[in-house]
């Protein structure tokens, strides 16, 4: 299948995120059918280009930690099947990962349960980095985790504090929130409310707008 895949003999189904930063749709090989992602951040932007002279990149990161995830018994992550890693230079000049495909639907009936899980994830000392209710989905009365690293939590419950705050304000405000709201908590807070500020709007509305021209930024 990764060679089919690195060989471009398979079938384009339906593209579901197209942009400067990000890649993905669906395809088929052999009639089954994958998500296909290229992280396209890592090779654009020169400066992250740079660091991945010393990383994995993020294909090959999210197979590892999502596989090391469901081996400890943690089996609601959207299986990775394959990353395909291409190099020029020491640097990453092409990534992507192939990912099982689901039939999953956002249902919001399911958020007090996506919160539980929310903190059975942190318990394993991982984050997800983009808590919506939209990479949470329902598939078969069973939720799916979509769109995440796996990445460990570093500084603290740094990341746990913000998965939460991201969620509660952003998409669930009734959420009871389930941390004890110390130092760290109010630390996330204030950082979450200087990126609702206008004047940093902004700047990222500008960002993306020179994206759009071509600017790697």
């Known amino acids: 299948v990764g060679k089919k895949i690195i060989d471009k003999k398979y079938t384009e189904e339906k593209i579901l995120k197209n942009t400067k930063r990000n890649f993905v749709e669906i395809i088929s090989v052999n009639t089954e059918k994958y998500v296909l ?57 092409y990534s992507a990962l192939l990912m099982e495909c689901i039939n999953g639907k956002e249902n919001r009936k399911y958020m007090e349960k996506i919160v539980q899980l929310m903190i059975e994830i942190h318990n394993y000392g991982i984050y997800h980095g983009d808590f919506n209710p939209g990479n949470f989905l329902i598939e078969n009365n069973k939720i799916r985790v979509i769109d995440t690293q796996g990445k460990k939590m570093k500084f603290f419950n740094y990341r746990a504090h913000y998965d939460m705050l991201t969620m509660k304000l952003d998409s669930y405000n009734e959420m009871v929130y389930p941390y004890k709201k110390g130092i760290m908590y109010y630390f996330v807070l204030i950082i979450k409310k200087l990126k609702k500020m206008k004047f940093v709007e902004k700047i990222k509305k500008k960002k993306k707008e020179l994206r759009e021209k071509g600017w790697k930024i």
């Open 37 to 93: 992602k290229e992280p396209r951040n890592e090779y654009i932007i020169p400066q992250r280009k740079l660091m991945t002279l010393f990383k994995d990149g993020e294909a090959l990161t999210t197979l590892k930690n999502l596989n090391w995830l469901v081996q400890q018994g943690l089996d609601c992550f959207v299986k990775p099947y394959l990353a395909i890693v291409k190099r020029k230079n020491g640097m990453i000049c």
